[in-house]
C-alpha cells in the first residue's frame, strides 16, 4: 500500500551517507597528500583499532611519519608514536597513586603519555586491548630508542 495518493520514490539514502561522503572525500585527500603506501599503512593501523574516519587516519599519519606531507623525503613509515602534548585537549593527570606505581615499576613513557592516551581513549570509546596495546607500544619503543641510542 503505497498511502494516499502519493507516488512511489526510489530507494532512500540511508541516514548516514552525506557523512560517509564526507569522510570518503577526506580519506582521498589523504591519499593525495600522503600517498597510497602510506594511507594504505595508516587504514592497516587503523582497522587493527576500529578506527576509520578521515580525522583518525590523519593523527595515525600525522604520529607514524614524523614528517609533515611533502616534507624533506616525505613521510615515512613508522610505528604510532604518541608524544606528551600531542593533543589539543588538556587531560588531566594520574591519580598520585598511579604515578607512584608507574615510577616504582620503572615505567617512564607510560608515566608520561598515559594522561593524555587516557584522554583520547575515553574520547575515542577504545576497548580495554587498544588503550594496553597503546600504552604497551609507547614503553617498548622508548626502551628500543634508548637501547639503540
Known amino acids: 500500500m503505497l498511502g494516499r495518493g502519493r507516488a512511489p520514490r526510489g530507494p532512500r539514502p540511508a ?3 552525506p557523512r560517509l561522503a564526507s569522510e570518503l572525500r577526506g580519506i582521498v585527500e589523504l591519499e593525495a597528500a600522503w600517498g597510497r603506501e602510506e594511507l594504505l599503512r595508516a587504514l592497516e593501523r587503523a ?3 576500529r578506527r576509520f574516519t578521515a580525522a583518525d587516519l590523519r593523527a595515525i ?5 614524523g614528517a609533515s606531507p611533502g616534507g624533506p ?11 606528551p602534548g ?12 598511579l604515578e607512584r606505581a608507574l615510577g616504582r615499576l620503572k615505567l617512564a613513557r607510560i608515566r608520561a603519555v598515559a594522561p593524555e592516551v587516557l584522554q583520547r581513549a575515553k574520547v575515542g570509546r ?6 594496553l596495546r597503546t600504552l604497551l607500544e609507547e614503553e617498548c619503543a622508548a626502551r628500543d630508542e634508548a637501547r639503540l641510542g
Do not use: M, N, S
Open 126 to 131: 577504545w576497548t580495554p586491548e587498544e588503550l
Open 73 to 83: 623525503g616525505g613521510p615515512r613509515a613508522a610505528p604510532l608514536r604518541l608524544r
Open 61 to 65: 599519519l600525522a604520529a607514524g611519519a
Open 15 to 17: 541516514a548516514g551517507t
Open 86 to 97: 600531542r593533543w589539543a585537549v588538556a587531560a588531566p593527570a594520574l591519580a598520585p597513586d
Open 47 to 49: 582497522t587493527a583499532f
